[in-house]
């Protein structure tokens, strides 16, 4: 495999010269699971909270075929460009796949949520959108090393910029899950379900970390070279100069990831509707009118908590589980009705969420 013994080819903008077999088959493997994660909106009906896994996939599969072009000819700029912004960009959109599903898990059991579940799309989505941006903007600047330096030296602080924007939101994303998982599980309202979904997104968390320290490493590492200068290629970090880094921190994790979302998709064990949520008792399933939050749209960005609201005595997470008629479900669309999500799989029994 090309720069498998970490010498420099002459000319290439990979370093090495990039495996021709590798794309071929991270491609075609990004293109099943993506045709998948399209069968799986369909079938579960769901392309409002998991639409973005075909798009990420969708996205990779691009990434790759540019990369699979580059390695016949890897000293040209735009096939190279275009190829490290297409895999740089498609792992922050499996991120914001992930802030949907908390939303919807939040949604599901509304009384441990400590924040609006809406509020993890217009906070956690607006952060990713940040860092798309900055990703897709800063790799296009430092790939092209044909611009000034003074806007490689941008693209330079953007990209870093957006590592570790993305690492922060990483961590308090999953700190909020995790710490939302234990009010559930110290008050008794973790159904099979409910936990599975959890772990999932704990597991893909963890890939997309890993895969984003590895990026980060990366491209720290390199940041204060300047390519049009006298550069010993021996010089440059491993990370850089052997391919094998980008197979296993790269390649392999994100599509572990996407094949991970596909066995164990999160729709298979939550309702397709945020206004049904578990019942205190946790095992029956219930239909209320759902949270309301009438405030401005960008006012909710910017104080996602109502920490304006609790200061007035007023907070718009209003305890509606507490107050409307209690509906009972007549469909049945998810493992917890089938009696794959509750301990004792008692389902019919008389519930209450007061």
Known sequence: MGGENGQYVDGSLWYYAPSKAGPVVWAFFFLVSGILHT?????????????????????????????????????????????????YCAPPVYELQNYFILSRILYYVPYHSPIHPGRILTTFGGLSAVVEALNGNGAAYVANTSLPQSKQNIGKSLLKAALCLQLG?????????????LKCKRAGQLPLNLNAVLITLYCSSALIGARTIYRTYEYFSIASLNFKGNIDPGSLSPVIRYEWFFIVFEATLMIINSFLMNFH??????????????????????????????RNFIVTMFDPFDLVGMLRGRNMNQK???????????????????????????????????
């Not at 896994?53 to 096939?79: C, K, M, Q, T």
């Open 39 to 87: 069968w799986q909106c369909v079938h579960y009906k769901c392309w409002r909270v998991s639409g973005l896994f075909p798009w990420a996939a969708l996205i990779f599969v691009v990434g790759y075929i540019l990369r699979e072009v580059g390695a016949f000819n890897y000293s040209n700029i735009d096939i190279y460009i275009s190829s490290q912004v297409f895999i």
């Open 169 to 181: 939101v990483l961590a308090c994303f999953v700190l909020l899950a995790a710490y939302f998982h």
């Open 265 to 294: 998709h999160p729709m298979r064990f939550l309702p397709r509707d945020n206004k049904i949520y578990l019942a205190e008792g946790g095992v029956t399933e219930i239909k209320g009118p759902g949270y309301q939050d009438n």
């Open 320 to 354: 509606f589980w507490e107050t409307h008629d209690e509906g009972r479900r007549d469909d049945v669309a998810t493992e917890v009705e089938k009696g794959h999500g509750v301990g004792n799989g008692v389902v019919g029994s008389t519930s209450t969420s007061r």
